[in-house]
């Protein structure tokens, strides 16, 4: 209560000696198979701009093989070649960053709530401070779009993440690939509530590494809006590797992005856009903080503007990518709790700014660790 396109969409298809079945398919882009021999089959579908797909091949429906890797649409008609290796096979197509798994629990369906403490599987190490220098085991997974450390967050309007721990006390660390108000209300069927589905999550593995993932597929936001559909997800992957405790990678992880803010009076949202619209990003809450491009601003993380209709193709997160060859797909680096290529910026000490200062000028530097320029904006608080 308050007080004040996408992956997992799954087209299946079987082949069964020498005749092909299709099966009903649902949505955009259907997989087309034409037998090119009789030991061939040619799958193909349109691919859209800046998407990316994937063919999976299965024998039993229960395990699924990956025949393809990630292939980035470019708005043409897409092909792939397949041998036929027995009489029965089958055949999905997969649209997006979003993975498989990672729901073998869920939050309840509803408003602003959370889980207990729940296992990562490993322990992860993110912008330790001197008062909580993790490594940490466990997190709180956040209806709202996010996992945190210390205590959940079942705020609805997103705050600055760089200072979020001053309103948010005890907070340690906030992972969030979609910081905003996140609503799946009760209904008949337990898994949906009012055609949205609920945050699942779990453990899993990733190429072989033990993982941690949410999924926030098919959620409306507040109050009980389903008009519009997000679909992203955040997996947490072991990094032990490294020979240092609490490395790990973060997947931020976008099929559908149509909404950005919730409807209460505080979020400021109306139809899901303006106000305050949701912030992504990894911060302790006090003095270190990677926050995605974009983050916080008004229309421009959405799939498409919906004042025009064109596509944020440079700004939408389903579109942009970070360390990755998969549009849709961000991943940060964790190693001995600090962020690999991370801006490292020094903001120097608090100063007060006189009322009749016409400018003052903030100590403080900054270095990228990638080299070239560097532009740094401060903000300045009132109080």
Same mark, same amino acid.
């Given at each position: 209560m308050k007080h004040t396109l996408q992956m997992s969409l799954v087209r299946l298809f079987i082949v069964i000696s020498t005749c092909v079945e299709l099966l009903p398919a649902q949505g955009v882009n259907p997989l087309s198979i034409?037998?090119?021999?009789?030991?061939?089959?040619?799958?193909?579908?349109?691919?859209?701009?800046?998407?990316?797909?994937?063919i999976e091949n299965s024998l039993d429906l229960q395990t699924w093989v990956n025949l393809t890797g990630y292939i980035e649409g470019t708005s043409t008609q897409q092909g792939v070649l397949v041998n036929k290796t027995t009489n029965k096979m089958f055949f999905r197509l997969r649209t997006g960053a979003v993975r498989p798994g990672f729901d073998s629990k869920s939050l309840a369906a509803g408003d602003d709530n959370f889980s207990g403490l729940e296992p990562i599987g490993f322990p992860i190490k993110a912008f330790p401070t001197t008062a909580n220098p993790g490594p940490w085991t466990n997190c709180y997974v956040n209806n709202n779009g996010s996992i945190s450390i210390g205590r959940p967050v079942p705020e609805f309007t997103p705050l600055p993440l760089q200072t979020s721990a001053?309103?948010?006390?005890?907070?340690?660390?906030?992972?969030?690939?979609?910081?905003?108000?996140?609503?799946t209300s009760p209904a008949g069927n337990p898994a949906f509530a009012n055609g949205s589905?609920?945050?699942?999550?779990?453990q899993g593995s990733v190429d072989g590494s033990l993982a941690f993932g949410v999924n926030?597929?098919?959620?409306?936001?507040?109050?009980?809006?389903?008009d519009k559909l997000n679909s992203f997800q955040l997996i947490?992957?072991?990094?032990?590797?490294?020979?240092?405790?609490?490395?790990?990678?973060?997947?931020? *992880? @976008?099929?559908?992005? /149509?909404?950005?803010?919730?409807?209460?009076? !505080?979020?400021? $949202?109306?139809?899901?856009?303006?106000?305050?619209?949701?912030?992504v990003g990894i911060t302790n809450g006090i003095d270190r903080t990677i926050e995605s491009q974009y983050s916080g601003e008004t229309l421009v993380q959405l799939?498409?503007?919906?004042?025009?209709?064109?596509? *944020? @193709?440079?700004?939408? /997160?389903?579109?942009?990518?970070?360390?990755? !060859?998969?549009? $849709?797909?961000?991943?940060?680096?964790?190693?001995?709790?600090?962020?690999?290529?991370?801006l490292q910026v020094d903001a120097?000490?608090?100063?007060?700014?006189?009322?009749?200062?016409a400018s003052t000028t903030l100590a403080g530097s900054a270095s990228?660790?990638?080299?070239?320029?560097?532009?740094?904006?401060?903000?300045?608080?009132?109080?």
């Open positions: 034409t037998q090119v021999s009789p030991t061939q089959f040619q799958l193909s579908w349109y691919a859209n701009t800046l998407r990316p797909y994937q001053e309103i948010l006390s005890g907070l340690v660390a906030l992972i969030a690939p979609f910081w905003g108000d996140v609503h589905k609920v945050v699942s999550y779990g926030w597929v098919n959620v409306g936001y507040y109050n009980s809006k389903t947490v992957i072991n990094r032990a590797g490294t020979g240092l405790t609490g490395d790990f990678d973060v997947e931020f *992880n @976008y099929n559908q992005v /149509l909404w950005e803010t919730g409807g209460y009076v !505080t979020s400021g $949202g109306i139809n899901g856009y303006g106000g305050y619209p949701a912030r799939d498409f503007n919906p004042n025009t209709s064109i596509r *944020n @193709y440079s700004s939408g /997160l389903i579109y942009r990518k970070r360390n990755s !060859t998969v549009p $849709g797909r961000q991943i940060f680096q964790f190693r001995d709790g600090n962020l690999l290529g991370a120097g000490p608090d100063q007060d700014l006189a009322p009749a200062s990228d660790p990638e080299g070239g320029s560097v532009s740094v904006q401060w903000s300045v608080v009132k109080s």
